[in-house]
């Protein structure tokens, strides 16, 4: 079965940065459209930024300017770059694709 797996995620201040990477298996990657999600405490989870096979974005209005999405097709891995991160955008990241959930990575950012 497809399984997705997350990494990068941790601690960090008010305006740093992070890469998230996401590692799909027993999938042909480039065949599918990639996305992060999030999930803050007490809230839905929602839609960050989504890839499509060809290179197409598309970002929730949150992470427009901070956040960029992009897939490594030979490496089977798709990655959020977050740059100036708020407090507010602490939650637990999950990657999805081909009706698939990875099992999350938690961003946390505080002083």
């Known amino acids: 079965q497809v399984q997705l797996v997350e990494s990068g995620g941790g601690l960090v201040q008010p305006g740093g940065s992070l890469r998230l990477s996401c590692a799909a298996s027993?999938?042909?990657?480039?065949?599918?459209?990639m996305a992060w999600y999030r999930q803050a405490p007490g809230k839905e989870r929602e839609l960050v930024a989504r890839?499509?096979?060809?290179?197409?974005?598309t970002y929730a209005d949150s992470a427009k300017g901070r956040f960029t999405i992009s897939r490594d097709n030979a490496k089977n891995t798709v990655y959020l770059q977050m740059n100036s991160l708020k407090p507010e955008d602490t939650a637990v990241y999950y990657c999805?694709?081909?009706?698939?959930w990875g099992q999350g990575t938690q961003v946390t950012v505080s002083s």
């Open positions: 027993r999938i042909i990657f480039s065949f599918y459209t």
């Open positions: 890839i499509t096979t060809g290179g197409t974005t």
């Open positions: 999805n694709g081909a009706q698939t």
